[in-house]
């Protein structure tokens, strides 16, 4: 099902560029004729034989457009579906070449521009249709869809309402009560594989494993026709509070100070309107003291290097709220930077639900690695609250959740370790999507970059 969706997505979006250029030649060159070639009536309705003349001469501006953006892209449909799980792997003149292709794409060509001159609309019609007939596939195996009394305006509710959302109605119903619980360190929205499928969850973590017992296996929730949906509780166990990565001097940068320990230059970065360099890092990492409602006096940045301490930038701003702990420093003059250790990024992008949903693989470089660890996006909104050097405690909200699979004790473990606060995290196309926080026993935490980006008003250089 979710192969026959892709190619469809795919169809779908070539569907669009060919009706663009379509329309364009509909209208622009109708009635003319252009390198002896008469294109004859074709934005005009008439009547009779006249119509379906015309009728079959879009049909075929629409063929044979389409034939020629399938061959510019090399979107032949033969290739396409020897794609058949990943069909974006057939699209593209990077592909290998034989010399068979020679006829095969040619002709696979031709009938994506066939089956793309049926219309966006046929594609997005049949897109609609196979989603929701995913959706049904999974309601149908779901023991919920078969509680007695169920009513079939309950039952249309109960299929139209997304996993996400049911979650998030217990998370808003349970929250606070759950909270309150003794050894309940975090609740929020989570995913849980039912019989293949993923489902919607109250995810719950706690301190010790003692304290399970006090929480129940599924919670129900009302949906607006009345009818009670059980949502499960996915219960794990992460140790203590989880603490923001800072530690003594090491790799990486530190206020002179040092009263926070030292993190990760995260990246180089320019202020969209001066056009300023600064480096990034949370603001725990850059900070002179614990009063983190201002700067400290103290703003010298230092960059821990194994024979000196180096003098790089000077704190111009930074601050903790409850989404964001970042700040920026301004590099001083003659001092070389770069983000090569970090692939040169360009862009960053707001985390997704289907991010989490999909489990994106994530990499990023901090200052305690020789080499990029990489993990998966295990949730694409979580509230945490942190224990800062101070031994304070500070709630940070919407933020992502990172792991790695320990396959061999079937758990996870955080990605990252102490120092590695400020570093940026990427997805799979080198796009930056998070800064890192912190950590607990099983996950680390990352601060939504396009949050810091935009409060700072800042890019990459």
């Not at 570093?423 to 026993?441: C, H, L, Q, R």
Request: charged share 20%; hydrophobic share 40%.
């Amino acid at each position: 099902m979710d192969s026959a969706i892709s190619i469809t997505i795919t169809l779908f979006i070539l569907s669009m560029i060919n009706e663009r250029i379509a329309n364009f030649i509909k209208l622009q060159y109708s009635e003319t004729k252009k390198l002896g070639i008469s294109f004859g009536n074709l934005k005009r309705k008439t009547t009779g034989d006249d119509e379906k003349n015309r009728e079959k001469r879009i049909l075929l501006v629409n063929i044979i457009v389409g034939s020629f953006v399938a061959l510019a892209l090399r979107a032949d449909l033969i290739s396409i579906l020897g794609h058949f799980d990943a069909p974006s792997k057939g699209i593209g003149w990077n592909q290998g070449f034989i010399w068979w292709n020679i006829i095969t794409i040619p002709i696979g060509c031709i009938l994506t521009g066939c089956f793309i001159s049926l219309g966006s609309k046929f594609w997005h019609d049949l897109l609609d249709i196979l989603l929701l007939t995913k959706n049904l596939k999974e309601k149908i195996i779901d023991q919920r869809t078969y509680k007695p009394g169920l009513t079939a305006d309950q039952l249309q509710e109960f299929v139209l309402t997304s996993e996400s959302n049911l979650a998030m109605l217990a998370d808003a119903q349970y929250h606070q009560n759950l909270m309150s619980l003794p050894g309940v360190l975090a609740v929020g929205t989570g995913i849980l594989n039912y019989n293949g499928n993923k489902i919607g969850c109250l995810e719950i973590h706690i301190s010790n494993l003692n304290f399970s017992s006090q929480i129940m296996p599924s919670y129900p929730v009302k949906i607006s026709s009345g009818y009670s949906v059980d949502v499960p509780a996915k219960v794990l166990v992460t140790g203590q509070i989880p603490s923001v990565h800072s530690v003594s001097a090491a790799d990486g940068i530190a206020n002179s100070l040092k009263v926070l320990g030292s993190g990760t230059l995260g990246a180089i970065v320019k202020d969209n309107v001066s056009n300023e360099i600064y480096l990034l890092s949370c603001f725990h990492v850059l900070n002179g003291s614990t009063n983190w409602n201002s700067l400290s006096d103290k703003r010298t940045i230092i960059e821990n290097n194994k024979d000196a301490e180096v003098e790089i930038a000077d704190l111009v701003m930074g601050y903790r709220t409850n989404q964001i702990d970042a700040g920026i420093a301004k590099i001083r003059s003659g001092i070389p930077y770069s983000n090569n250790s970090i692939g040169n990024p360009k862009s960053f992008r707001e985390v997704k639900s289907v991010d989490s949903v999909n489990e994106i693989k994530v990499h990023f470089l901090g200052s305690n690695s020789t080499e990029k660890k990489d993990g998966i996006l295990y949730n694409d909104t979580w509230s945490a609250s942190f224990k800062y050097p101070d031994g304070s405690i500070w709630e940070l909200t919407d933020l992502v959740v990172l792991t790695q699979i320990d396959k061999l004790n079937n758990s996870n473990k955080p990605i990252s370790e102490p120092g590695d606060s400020g570093a940026i995290v990427f997805d799979e196309k080198n796009t930056a999507i998070a800064m890192i926080v912190g950590a607990d026993d099983f996950f680390s935490y990352g601060i939504k970059i396009h949050k810091v980006m935009k409060s700072f008003d800042i890019s990459f250089i």
